[in-house]
C-alpha cells in the first residue's frame, strides 16, 4: 500500500508563488523509482484536472499545456518526494491539489495513465 501526503498549500495573492510537497511512504525505492507520480486539482465546483507528472525513474515530465508556462514538476529519489512549483498564481488556480502516483504502465507514459494511489490533497487559495 502507497501512502501520499501533501503539503505546501495556503493563501497567496496573485503574482505569488507556492510550493507543493508529496511524500509518498509505504514503497521501496524500487518501486518508488518504476512508479509514475502526478499533480492534479480540482477548481470548486469543477471537474479534476491533470497537471503534470514525473517518472523518477528517468525524470521526464509532463505538463498540461495552458500551466506548463508557470509550473514545474520535480521529485527527490532519496526523499520519494516530488514537488510541484507554482509560479505568477492567478485566482483561477485556486483549487485543491491533489498527488498521485501509480506504476509505469507497460504502455503509454506518466501523463494519460489512470492513477491507483490519492493523497488527501492541499488546498491552494489565490486571492486577487
Known amino acids: 500500500q502507497v501512502q501520499l501526503v501533501e503539503s505546501g498549500g495556503g493563501s497567496v495573492q496573485a503574482g505569488g508563488s507556492l510550493r507543493l510537497s508529496c511524500a509518498a511512504s509505504?514503497?521501496?525505492?524500487?518501486?518508488?523509482?518504476?512508479?509514475?507520480m502526478a499533480w492534479f486539482r480540482r477548481p470548486p465546483g469543477k471537474e479534476r484536472e491533470r497537471i503534470a507528472a514525473i517518472w523518477p525513474g528517468d525524470g521526464n515530465t509532463y505538463y498540461v499545456d495552458s500551466l506548463k508556462d508557470r509550473f514545474t514538476i520535480s521529485h527527490d529519489s532519496a526523499k520519494k518526494s516530488v514537488y510541484l512549483q507554482m509560479n505568477s498564481l492567478k485566482p483561477e488556480d485556486s483549487a485543491m491539489y491533489y498527488c498521485?502516483?501509480?506504476?509505469?504502465?507497460?504502455?503509454?507514459?506518466?501523463?494519460?495513465?489512470?492513477?491507483?494511489?490519492w493523497g488527501q490533497g492541499t488546498q491552494v487559495t489565490v486571492s486577487s
Open positions: 498521485a502516483a501509480s506504476p509505469h504502465p507497460l504502455f503509454g507514459n506518466c501523463f494519460t495513465l489512470e492513477y491507483r494511489y
Open positions: 509505504g514503497t521501496t525505492y524500487n518501486s518508488y523509482s518504476s512508479s509514475c
